[in-house]
T-cell receptor
Framework: DAGVIQSPRHEVTEMGQEVTLRCKPI?????LFWYRQTMMRGLELLIY????????DSGMPEDRFSAKMPNASFSTLKIQPSEPRDSAVYFC???FGRGANVLTFGAGSRLTVL | AQTVTQSQPEMSVQEAETVTLSCTYD???????LFWYKQPPSRQMILVIR??????QNATENRFSVNFQKAAKSFSLKISDSQLGDTAMYFC????????????FGTGTLLAVQP
């Protein structure tokens, strides 16, 4: 298996632009998580899906952020409009089932908003 | 609410020595899981070790072992025979059992293994 695939790996954009981050989870995994990592706040859980349904989006910072999972093999995290404080590394992770779910992380998308 | 605290922002150890990273957590639940993840400079998050709260025996994975103290809500990671490749950020994480399986991370400890 290729693991969790994220794209783009790096993105540099200007304030006000729309940003879309993409994630392909491991085939067969039924839970998907979006995390944001910054120096100041560490790893924050933004939202997670179970069987393509958003379960908890309490970590989404504000309405500028939205996430979708139209099918079991694809998810997007969108920021519109982007702001400099959104600069961070965004991780997608997936897992299967319940219990001691081991999350498998993607390589992350580093976003820089100028 | 789930919270995870790592009180050591940075640590350093000599190659081949042993080091212990601290982690405490807070939860009102009785069934949960604990993890240590490693993040080397490559940025990839890698699972190091996991512990089920219902198991009294401490988990061990080769040179990595934990000291799980459920009553004290403490979950420290011991790295034996430290290697240069162990240099990384280490994150402690907590996951509730049951319907939700979200993973909450501590702020991390940056470990530097010195030659």
């Amino acid at each position: 298996d290729a693991g969790v695939i994220q794209s783009p790996r790096h993105e540099v954009t200007e304030m006000g632009q729309e940003v879309t981050l993409r994630c392909k989870p491991i085939s067969g995994h039924n839970s998907l998580f979006w995390y944001r990592q910054t120096m100041m706040r560490g790893l924050e859980l933004l939202i997670y899906f179970n069987n393509n349904v958003p379960i908890d989006d309490s970590g989404m910072p504000e309405d500028r952020f939205s996430a979708k999972m139209p099918n079991a093999s694809f998810s997007t995290l969108k920021i519109q409009p982007s702001e400099p404080r959104d600069s961070a590394v965004y991780f997608c992770a997936s897992s299967f089932g319940r219990g001691a779910n081991v999350l498998t992380f993607g390589a992350g998308s580093r976003l820089t908003v100028l | 609410a789930q919270t995870v605290t790592q009180s050591q922002p940075e640590m350093s150890v000599q190659e081949a020595e042993t080091v212990t990273l601290s982690c405490t957590y807070d939860t009102s639940e009785n069934n949960y899981y604990l993890f240590w993840y490693k993040q080397p400079p490559s940025r990839q998050m890698i699972l190091v070790i996991r512990q089920e709260a219902y198991k009294q025996q401490n988990a061990t994975e080769n040179r990595f072992s934990v000291n799980f103290q459920k009553a004290a809500k403490s979950f420290s990671l011991k790295i034996s025979d430290s290697q240069l490749g162990d240099t990384a950020m280490y994150f402690c994480a907590h996951q509730l059992s049951g319907a939700t399986n979200k993973l909450i991370f501590g702020t991390g400890t940056l470990l530097a293994v010195q030659p």
